[in-house]
């Protein structure tokens, strides 16, 4: 199994302003992804965080807007750029550790945007 | 990646099976069932996991047919601590997993 630690567990932003979130792993892991779940809804995936390069965006998301990093393989940050109040969600970060798909998610960052 | 459909909620009483039914017609070969639970202000935690027949652990049995087209959750005598949304995924091994709906189960004294 894996511990994974999130920082901030909640945020207050203004619009317009950035947010950046740590996800730390208690062990080095293979796969890196953070997820969104906005309010009452399903999880959707954002980007896989791939060590030493840049992240693999799903449709609908871009680089700009959601930079990510992942300089080793036990840390990586997501920042949310010039934000809505569309963006206020919970943003999760998950591990993989190993190829059979078993995932553990943090406890995420609930974000609300004024 | 495999499209699975869930029924959107259920409800059950204390102390009852509940068996949560999803449908993945198009899974593929190498693709594992892996089950989720998640409940409120959480992030969803791994409860099973399979690739074909059952598998039973301390907490869920998983019931898979031989065609793989669909797998069955059994959670058995439900408390009220076990209502939560519940997710079923399936997947190729390469980590990148895709969340349907899930099913809202609510538990009843």
């Known amino acids: 199994s894996a511990v994974i630690s999130q920082k901030p567990s909640r945020d207050i932003c203004q619009r317009g302003t950035s947010l950046t979130i740590q996800c730390q792993v208690d062990s080095q892991v293979t796969m890196m992804f953070w997820y969104r779940q906005q309010p009452g809804q399903s999880l959707t995936l954002i980007a896989t965080a791939n060590q030493g390069s840049e992240a693999t965006y799903e449709s609908g998301f871009v680089i700009d807007k959601f930079p990510i990093s992942r300089p080793n393989l036990t840390f990586s940050t997501l920042t949310v750029s010039n934000l809505s109040p569309e963006d206020s969600s919970i943003y999760l970060c998950?591990?993989?550790?190993?190829?059979?798909?078993?995932?553990?998610f943090g406890s995420g960052t609930q974000l609300s945007v004024l | 990646l495999a499209k699975t459909t869930q029924p959107i909620s259920m409800d059950s009483y204390e102390g009852q099976e509940v068996n949560i039914t999803c449908s993945h017609n198009n899974i593929a070969t190498n693709d594992y069932i892996t089950w989720y639970q998640q409940f409120p202000s959480q992030g969803p935690r791994f409860i099973i996991q399979?690739?074909?027949t059952k598998v039973t652990n301390e907490v869920a049995s998983l019931f898979i047919p031989a065609d793989r087209k669909s797998s069955t959750l059994s959670l058995p005598r439900v408390s009220l601590s076990d209502t939560a949304v519940y997710y079923c995924l399936v997947g190729d091994g390469r980590g990148k997993l895709i969340f349907g709906q899930g099913t809202e189960l609510s538990v009843k004294p």
């Open positions: 399979g690739y074909k």
């Open positions: 998950s591990v993989s550790t190993a190829t059979n798909e078993k995932l553990f």
